[in-house]
């Protein structure tokens, strides 16, 4: 049997109760008690907010994914059979493929993209510059996704696109941007990127602006400068905040819909079709909701480890300061 | 033992606790389902019509609304413009609220989705046409056989075809004259048409496109595999419908005709769809059209009537796109889709379907006898978004004003060549249809990709039809 300790006691109080069990020496004043049921009336809310929104619907989610649904019949309980038929649909694979392709690409692009243009944007200038920068670089990302990828549609349109009118005056000839394999992943990792570094921006100026400038001062002293500065110094300050905005961004990114979905309906072929593409198309289109929901669940389970993995791997590369 | 073992107070807390969490989940449990009719004042009694938002627009849908309220002052009546990109978005949409408990009484189906409604969802308006057939006999001697035909699932009609749309070819006038063309013969053929895209190319700058398509169910490939003499599905009849023919049509133009139209094996590998792909590819490849792109075509308007592309396969919809547009009547022009080996064409309708689970069934079928009126259908249609089923409504005078000057192939496709059918729509259509668009993509990709994807494509088939819906 393992000796568990009443998480309740409070840490500065624990040595006390090792020396001398006496329970109602560390029993909680009438006030400390009072407080604690007050911070729980607080979270009440809350707690009832994530459990109807977040957890029910996953537990749905779980229980739906055992049962042929197609909305206008009763359920059928299916055990895991909706979980066979997924593994052997060749485009649920693919799906997983290209998401996990997007992901690598997009969040690694947003974060070198929005590292740099922090860094300089931290760097010297005029105060109306550095926020003008700011709100340029942020504003896409209060756009809609769906509202930006029509538009984006028109431009990169092989025969009629801006991009392409452009590249033809340099010379180059007309890219298939949205109707070639590799040109396609490409242009929605584009289109999705440039609406969501903002994100990644902020966080990396905020975590700039924490960064001492005795440190950068204290580098400078002992030579350090230009490109061996920022590695040195500035990314392992800002490795906490890297954390954060990769974990986000890899979240984001499995989830992506809208672009793919706008720009080329999944297309060609399969080339750009996502996870959540194919759980819209198998419940919505194909009303097929139990397979849909074990894609899901499926979806679930690869952010978890991934985002689990993260953290894991954080605690070799992240240094707090 | 050590202290691990709980505190006899702790262990009634947690009792309480969970007697409390299993009290709350059996009483859940317990519970009705709660749907959004539910919701107060969502369900008023009104016989709900959902239509795709942009079918029809607010003038017209007041219209509608005002001259049945005239005739039917007892029912009551709300249409919901379900906003959506296509006909697959807007079902998608329908299923969720049916899914949601707030299903519409009636609800606008186009041929995509004609037999996914009448297998799952619709009632047979065999009954009511019965007893109401001396009222519908004008109604029937105005529409083409085929289109009611379209409108019937093993036997039995599940909707009156109010629109439709046959994929015509439009042309730029202006392209023409710059290629120094002429507009072509009623019975051009694919060679006709390959030689005028490349007339039309040698006489334009390099941002010219001469022939633009979209990658859907309607006017993509399949208007070409029809032209071959194929189809996507091995298409037959059910039988039956003899009910109805022997009502309302007359034996010269009822032949042939039976309980609605079968799409049941794959043929994506027959020879023919091989040539339509092949043939596809070429002009690809000569850069005499576009790549296969997705979607809705919304940019092909503007694109067409600046002049950037000469020709495109579109529908009586058209002609009203094109005038908003600020195309002049005779900024363009309508033919037939070229012949090859036959000059089948294809076309898509559509009209109101009833479900099942309307408790306003008769309610419901007035508002569908009355939507199909060529008074009500004249106030409806007003911009030429679209053609209307009833063929006495073509006339010159509607199209006076916004064109095309062969107006009249509009409702030809159908009487001129009476072998023109709707695109293949089977209950899974959701699948087939998205099967089609991703290999035709992949097909159209590079010609050395054709066969491939074709052999993909049939596969992905099979197993679409196969699957129990």
Known sequence: MTNTTNTRVPAARTPARTAAPAPAAVRPGLRERGARWMAALFLVPTVIGIVAFTVVPIAGSVVLSLFHWNVIDPPRFAGASNYGEVFGDRTVLVSFRNTLVFMVLAVALQLVIALVLAITVDGRMPVWLRSAFRSAFFFPLVLSAASISVVMKYLFNQDFGVVNWLLGLVGIAPVPWLTSEHAAMAAVVLVYVWQQFGFSFLLFVGGLNNIPKEVHEAAALDGATGLRKHLSVTLPLLSPTLLVASVVGIINALQVFEQPYVLTDGGPGDSTRTVVMVIYETAFEQLRFGEASAVGVLLFVLIMAVTALQFRLSRRFVHYQ | ?469
């Not at chain 2, 519409?104 to 989705?113: F, I, K, N």
């Not at chain 2, 083409?144 to 749309?165: A, K, T």
């Not at chain 2, 730029?172 to 019975?187: C, E, K, S």
Request: proline share 6%; glycine share 10%.
């Open chain 2, 1 to 469: 033992m050590t202290d691990s073992l709980l505190p006899r107070r702790s262990l009634l807390r947690y009792g309480a606790y969970g007697a409390a969490a299993a009290a709350v989940a059996g009483t859940a449990a317990s519970w009705d389902r709660l749907t959004g009719a539910d919701i107060p004042g969502r369900d008023d009694g009104s016989l709900v019509v959902a239509t795709l938002g942009s079918a029809f627009s607010p003038d017209g849908v007041r219209a509608l609304l005002d001259g049945f309220r005239k005739l039917h002052p007892d029912i009551k009546v709300r249409v919901n413009a379900v906003q959506a990109v296509d006909w697959s978005d807007f079902f998608a949409k329908i299923l969720t609220q049916i899914a949601a408990g707030t299903a519409p009484d009636l609800v606008y189906v186009a041929t995509e989705g004609v037999q996914l409604f009448a297998r799952r969802l619709g009632v047979a308006l065999d009954t009511w046409v019965k007893r109401d057939a001396a009222e519908l006999r004008e109604y029937f001697a105005d529409v083409h056989p085929s289109l009611v035909e379209s409108m019937m699932y093993e036997g039995s009609l599940y909707q009156l075809p109010i629109e439709f749309n046959a994929a015509d070819i439009y042309l730029n006038t202006q392209v023409l004259r710059r290629a120094g063309a002429g507009f072509p013969d009623a019975d051009w053929t694919r060679d006709d048409f390959t030689a005028l895209l490349r007339r039309m190319k040698r006489a334009s700058d390099s941002h010219f496109t001469p022939y633009f398509w979209t990658n859907r169910l309607w006017g993509g490939v399949v208007p070409w595999l029809f032209a071959n003499g194929t189809n996507l599905l091995a298409e037959s009849r059910a039988p039956g419908g003899d009910w109805l023919w022997d009502a309302f049509y007359p034996a010269g133009r009822r032949q042939g005709r039976g309980g609605g139209f079968r799409w049941t094996t794959p043929q994506a590998t027959d020879d023919r769809v091989e040539e339509v792909y092949d043939y596809l590819a070429s002009l690809v490849r000569d850069g005499l059209c576009t790549r296969p792109e997705g979607g809705n075509g919304q940019n092909l308007i503007g694109v067409f009537s600046t002049g950037r592309v000469g020709v495109t396969p579109a529908g009586g919809f058209w002609a009203g796109g094109l005038h908003l547009a600020g195309m002049r009547p005779d900024g363009f022009d309508v033919q037939y889709f070229p012949r090859w080996r036959t000059h089948r064409m294809q076309y898509g309708a559509a009209g109101y379907a009833m479900l099942r689970t309307s408790r306003q069934q008769d309610a419901a079928w007035e508002f569908i006898k009355y939507s199909a009126r060529r008074d009500t259908l004249t106030r409806l249609f007003t911009t030429n978004q679209t053609t209307p089923a009833r063929r006495s409504m073509l006339d010159a005078g509607r199209y006076r004003e916004t064109g095309p000057a062969h107006w009249r192939v509009f409702y030809d496709t159908l009487d001129a060549f009476p072998g023109t059918g709707p695109i293949p729509a089977p209950p899974q259509v959701a699948e087939v249809e998205q099967v089609l668009l991703k290999h035709t993509g992949t097909a159209l990709a590079s010609p050395r990709a054709v066969r491939p994807a074709l052999r993909r494509m049939q596969g992905d088939l099979e197993r679409a039809m196969e699957r129990e819906l």
